[in-house]
Structure formats: C-alpha cells, structure tokens
Nanobody, 123 residues
C-alpha cells in the first residue's frame, strides 16, 4: 500500500514557476514508477510527466516538454515536478500517482493516487 500527499500548489503569474512535491508512505517507494497528472475544470485527467523507479527514465507530455521537469529522491520517498514558464492553460488540479513497473500515460494504469493540489496561473 502506498499513500501519496501532494503539496506546493498555488497561484502564480504567467511566466512564473512552481515546484510540486509528492510525499509517499511505505518502504517500497523506490520500486514504483511515478507519474504526475492534471485535471482542468470540465476536462479529463491527463498525463503530464512520469519517472521510472530509478529516476533514469522520464517521459513528458508534449504540452509541457521543455518547461516541466520531474525528479525523485528515493531516500526521501518524494517525487517532484518543477514547473517553469507557466501558462494560463497549465491551470488545473495536479495529482501524483504510483504504479509498479514502467511509466505509463493512462490514468487506469496507476494504482495509487494523491488527493491533488491546485495550480492556478493568471494571465
């Protein structure tokens, strides 16, 4: 069982930066691939970024490539999402998720989810 708690969301102006964190419980965190997803009002939840259990492999949605960076610290049971050059269209609730195996991009392929953190980007 893995419990995930996101933090770091908030209100930022366009062009600004935020760093999200996702703290995981459990001693097997390092065996899970981690993903960040987001859901804007009236839209489906979508994949943003993913990272392998070792941190060696990362994957990004085209919409955030070059602006967002995912990383993890297995010693701290934490995964991060550094978001730079934020745009109003990045406004959403951001969720972290965990799954055994490799990074996937579909929501149903993840077993554990956090409660989400709101990110609002003003123009």
């Amino acid at each position: 069982q893995v419990q995930l708690v996101e933090s770091g969301g908030g209100l930022v102006q366009a062009g600004g930066s935020l760093r999200l964190s996702c703290a995981a419980s459990g001693r097997t965190f390092s065996s899970y691939a981690m993903g960040w997803f987001r859901q804007a009002p009236g839209k489906d939840r979508e994949f943003v970024a993913g990272i392998s259990w070792s941190g060696d492999n990362t994957h990004y949605a085209d919409s955030v490539k070059g602006r967002f960076t995912i990383s993890r610290d297995n010693a701290k049971n934490t995964v991060y999402l550094q978001m730079d050059s934020l745009k109003p269209e990045d406004t959403a609730v951001y969720y972290c998720a965990a799954r055994r195996g490799i990074v996937r991009v579909r929501t149903y392929e993840y077993d554990y989810w956090g409660q989400g953190t709101q990110v609002t980007v003003s123009s």
